[in-house]
């Protein structure tokens, strides 16, 4: 991924041109090259971490129950899940890095129907619920 592009010998001063592929991956990487006995060291950053939520939303009946969602990302993205509502629970896979299930639970809902979030990586799970005295079907 790191490869010389002119001067690759000669006598006395010189310049040496390299080139430097794009990483395919979020992992730092970092490779060496051997300049007239000397090491020079190349360090290359990850690539930006993207998210993804999948599925984005679900419907969650009035009596509640569990559900889950994947959070997609490359290996070395971190991440967390965390509800933004008082009825809704991450109750498994809180955080992590790459790939992951985020697990969650609804409390029953006493009243009108709604809606619930959980923040998983920079995506928003979105859990609609039911009234009460309502039946869904899945």
Known sequence: WVRITSGPGGAGPGTLAFSVDP???SLPRSSTL???GHTVTINQAGAPCSYLVGPPSAQIGAGGGPGLFEVNTA???PWTAASNDGWLHVTGGANGAGDGTVTFSADPNPGEARAGTIAGGENT???FQ???GTLTLR
């Open 23 to 25: 990483t395919p991956t």
């Open 34 to 36: 051997a300049v007239a």
């Open 75 to 77: 290996e070395a993205c």
């Open 125 to 127: 799970f979105t859990a």
């Open 130 to 132: 039911s009234a009460a």
